[in-house]
């Protein structure tokens, strides 16, 4: 976007007024902005949101990580995915029912909820700029989908014929809310890329009828799978209807007695019971987190203070007891569930791909909601880590769960999953990056994440604003930010200072900025901005170990190794002894920092920051020695010096299958021989 759009949407209502003249139907007006100013979430007039959204389009990406990672995703990921889902029949459940196509049903119940998440995508990548095939691609998806759909609005491919009966009866397990929550989201990603409102108006008819037939003083209503919830707010925020607001109520004070749930299934469903009883977070880890997603766009829409609190209480209770260092959650195959607190293995560790994305959506939306770095902070955790491994770096190959720890034995990534959530998910993600980058308030702008940029967009007084960010990060940690305001203005950069850096210094125009940073927290300059003011931030990137709360059992006298916000891993193919990963340990010394090389290997891995370390080895495997014995009988282990090679945790399992390790015992050791 560039100063011109801006013009552009302060003369829109002598353009519809010109439609109207000429008896041109004009796109109708919907919500408080117009739809091509409105973020991944439209928070412009959301009551309690301290932060607004800033437009996917109004953000040009340069060269760096997450541009390399769009064009890839853009380019081979989205092209190969929507193969995948003609092969295994998911767009043609669509055709079949508009007699398109002559197919049998195919795929689980759910399968709907993939193709929606594949044209969220494509509508992101379209926010960020057109790219005409893509996106007639999209529209003939589009028309399948709308041909499908019934007189009545309800739009399902499984819930037909003689499952037609089942409607609305089994939705517990049905997903055909969360569905179309998908469906809705797709919609509206569609509408704010090209102002068209086709899919759009197929959605709101679907909604309506949902109205019309479930709720207080009629048949009961379930999301079953939360995700129904945020599409309902963002409806809401988009057409400006309150039903759809006041649906979202009914959803979350729930419908347990009426429905006759067991115990078990309200925890597992993370849904069925008022949202405000819940006292932590439990059950199904990406259910939970879509739900308490939904639950903060209900706060910021309507400022129930016991929602603030459920929300800050479940926060509290993930991140302080029950997160993976990745950002991923979900400790248990059984159930994809949360765990219980301080139970985080390692190779048996779920970390569902969407569940990580799944944080990173409830975190922006807390963000939204206080302005709190500590938020930020768990975002740029989940992004770089636990949703970055989701993805190959060939962009065709995803992860279901993200273990910690692997013995090599199983091929972690596939192109296709039967339950095939993640992969769109994956790419819906990749494609909004943009969005996640700077938000507004009255006072000026903020910078969330650290990325080679440029918004083109205004403060909130409507005073055009560029901002240009220049850097290496997550490489490097040299960030240089030119402000050009289209007149002087006083306003306020926020920059944030993540949790994890060390050293953190700003210079203003080349001299000390005013004040001192501090990590987890946003650094404030406040002045008289005037053409091209320049702020440089530089945070330290020495990589520092990190150790885990002795309560999680599986860590304890273990370190994890982390440069910057990446977390990094040993990976047996860059061992240079071929030992196994697990005979080796950390040794102790004073300074646990020191003793890291660092080095740049643009011939690896895609371009990596390859780190070394000195590292202790037993001459013969540990497999040797005896699986119990006394501890007077233990011989001290003699141990060689090795060379440790680590590697970013998201680009494991990209070459040949091996053994993986994030956290290293640290350990003083036995007696060194040469």
Known sequence: MNSAVIRFLGGISLLLG??????????????????????????????KAKLHSVPIRAVTMGEGFWSERMQ???????????GLL??????????????????????????DSDLYKWMEAVAFVLQSGDRPQLRETLDKLIDDVLA?????????????????????????????????????????????????RKLLDGGIKYADYVLHTLGPEKKPALTGHPEFEMALVELYRTTGDKRYLDFVHYLFTGEKLRLQLTDEQVTYLFS???????????????????????????????????????????????????????????????????????????????????????????????????????????????LYNGINSGMSLSGTLYC??????????????????????CPPNLERTFASIPGYLYSTDSSGVYVHLYHSST??????????????????????????????????????LYLRIPGWASKATVTLDGKPAPGKPKPGDYFAIRREWKAAGTVRLQLDMAPHLVAANPLVREDYGRVAVQRGPL??????????????????????????????????????????????????ATPKPLSEEPLYQTIERTPRREEKEVNLTFIPYYAWANRLPGAMEVWIPYASGGKVVK
């Open 400 to 421: 279901y769960r993200n273990p910690l720890e692997s013995r090599g034995k199983e091929d972690i990534r596939q192109p296709w999953y039967d339950t095939t959530c």
């Open 272 to 382: 069925g019971i008022p949202f405000t009883s819940r006292m932590e977070l439990e059950g199904h880890a990406v259910r939970a987190l879509y739900a308490c997603s939904g639950a903060t766009d209900y706060y910021l829409e309507t400022g129930d203070a016991e929602y603030l609190e459920t929300l800050g209480r479940l926060w509290k209770d993930l991140v302080e007891r029950k997160m993976y260092i990745t950002g991923g959650v979900g400790s248990y195959a059984e159930g994809e569930s949360v765990g219980v607190a301080y139970d985080l293995p390692n190779e048996r560790a779920y970390a569902e791909s969407c569940a990580a994305i799944a944080n990173m959506m409830w975190n922006w939306r807390m963000l939204a909601a206080s302005a709190g770095a500590p938020y930020a902070d768990v975002i740029e955790k989940a």
């Open 455 to 492: 918004l083109d967009w205004h403060l909130e007084d409507g005073t055009g604003l560029t901002l240009a960010q220049q850097t290496k990060y997550p490489w490097d940690g040299d960030i240089t930010l030119k402000i050009s305001p289209a007149k002087a203005a006083t306003f306020t």
């Open 148 to 196: 499908a759909q019934e007189p009545s609005g309800y739009l399902n491919t499984y819930y037909v014929g003689d499952r037609a009966k089942l409607r609305f009866s089994e939705m517990y397990r049905s997903h055909e809310l969360y569905c179309l929550g998908h469906l809705l989201q797709a919609a509206i990603a569609y509408y704010r890329a090209t102002g068209n």
């Open 72 to 82: 890839t995703n853009a380019e081979k990921s989205i092209p190969t995915l929507l």
């Open 18 to 47: 010109a439609c109207l003249a000429f008896g041109i139907a004009a796109p109708a007006q919907m919500g408080n902005e117009p739809w091509n100013a409105q973020g991944i979430i439209n928070t412009s007039a959301s009551p």
């Open 567 to 616: 977390l990094y891993c040993l990976e047996q193919v860059d061992q240079e002894d071929r030992g196994s990963v697990f005979d080796v340990v950390l040794p102790a010394v004073p300074d646990p920092s020191q003793g890291f090389t660092s080095e740049f290997r643009a011939d690896m891995l895609g371009g990596i920051v390859v780190l070394k370390h000195k590292g202790m």
């Open 86 to 111: 003609e092969e295994h029949g998911v767009v043609d459940n669509f055709r079949r029912l508009s007699g398109r196509k002559n197919a049998g049903r195919r795929g689980p119940l759910y399968t």
